[in-house]
């Protein structure tokens, strides 16, 4: 539900920026974060390997290479969500948790559950999604 990078439609394409280093997500970018992956999956998370590693396989300086490890930190860090539908039928406690529900969780910092009345199918998201179908609404 919360992606890292901005999404920018210029009319004639749309792509993405990450704004912690204001730069377009190319496919160099990509590499070296999934060479901040790789480099990090030896076991411990040291930043100065992944620094090295950076500066050793792009042929940058070690100031530049700290951006793209701030921005890969960064992303490892910020919480990205979901939204689904449950049946909890173990966890069900009256209003306070219904067993037939949604689930939309933004940040650690914002959720929201919704209940229904019984489960839904994929046509319920459809309608929410879709502009053109009839909506659900909440009552009490």
């Known amino acids: 539900m919360s992606i890292p990078f901005q999404i920018i439609d210029d009319g004639y394409k749309v792509c993405f ?3 912690a280093i204001g730069e377009e997500v190319s496919g160099r970018f990509i590499s070296i974060l999934k060479n901040a992956i790789l480099t990090s999956q030896g076991g411990t998370h040291s930043h100065e390997e992944i620094i090295c590693s950076i500066t050793d396989s792009f042929g940058m300086d070690v100031s530049e290479a700290i951006i793209y490890y701030d921005a890969f930190a ?4 910020d919480d990205h969500g979901y939204f689904r539908f ?3 039928k173990k966890n069900e406690n009256g209003k306070i948790h219904p067993r037939y529900h949604f ?3 933004y940040k650690n910092s914002s959720s929201i559950k919704i209940g229904t009345d019984a489960a839904v199918d994929i046509d319920c998201f459809y ?4 502009g053109s179908l009839p909506k659900h609404y909440l009552r009490r």
């Open 86 to 88: 449950d049946d909890d």
């Open 17 to 19: 920026n990450c704004d």
């Open 103 to 105: 689930d939309i969780f």
């Open 127 to 130: 309608s929410l999604f879709d």
């Open 74 to 77: 960064a992303i490892l860090s």
